[in-house]
């Protein structure tokens, strides 16, 4: 997989702007932030300055960090060169996503106190539908998409249960966000739910579709994607 610096800037920039923004906000923020939100919607634990600030940041560093050098560990590495592309979306999203989830803290530290259920909802549908138009891209590999043992040993249970994950993901971010911007009470377990449901749903599909393919073996024999 090819280094392209435009993309890792991007994340670069978008990392360093939250270790530059927890800085910034050292000085004048409380001792004690909101670390974990209950269900209500409220704080439901406070953390000290490196908790609330700091921590966000260097777990989206180390996200960034392992997500860059995953395709160099994986025994199938040259598969990642078919779908580099989607790889590169998936990393800068999953690091956008944490940008915005370390935004909505900063603005509690602020006194701007949004819905922590509205805010959650819409950001993991959105993460959800731009990662549903990806999955159907994605390659035989060991550490990125569906992995089953029979996606792992069959080519076509990986590509159809890809393609399907890609149609179920995108359902479930739309549902997230549309039942988190209505927030009705109910909206939290039915999304879990749902949630469960559907990965429940892509592990029986890809035995399925395993079972009915002449070709299918052991995972160490499963056939490249080329062929």
């Not at 579709?209 to 073996?217: A, L």
Request: aromatic share 12%; net charge positive.
């Amino acid at each position: 997989m090819r280094f392209k610096l435009r993309i890792e800037a991007v994340q670069w920039a978008i990392i360093g702007a939250m270790f530059v923004l927890a800085a910034v906000m050292w000085p004048s923020a409380p001792d004690q932030i909101p670390a974990n939100w209950g269900l209500s919607g409220e704080p439901e634990r406070y953390g000290g300055k490196f908790e609330g600030l700091l921590l966000l940041p260097l777990i989206t560093l180390s996200v960034y960090l392992l997500m860059l050098v995953l395709p160099k560990l994986d025994p199938r590495r040259d598969n990642y060169a078919l779908f580099e592309g989607a790889y590169a979306v998936i990393r800068v999203s999953v690091v956008v996503f944490q940008a915005l989830i370390y935004g909505f803290i900063l603005l509690w530290v602020r006194g701007v106190e949004l819905d922590v259920t509205v805010v959650v909802s819409v950001l993991v549908g959105g993460l959800l539908v731009v990662l549903g138009n990806l999955l159907g891209k994605v390659r035989p590999n060991w550490f990125v998409g569906i992995k089953t043992p029979w996606t792992l040993s069959s080519r076509r249970s990986w590509v159809k249960t890809h393609r399907m994950a890609g149609w179920t993901f995108v359902l479930l971010g739309l549902a997230f966000v549309c039942l988190g911007l209505a927030n009705p009470a109910w909206a939290l377990p039915a999304l879990v739910a749902a949630t469960v449901g559907s990965l429940l749903w892509l592990v029986v599909y890809s035995y399925l579709v395993w079972r009915s393919d002449p070709e299918r073996g052991p995972e160490t024999d499963a056939p490249e994607a080329g062929r």
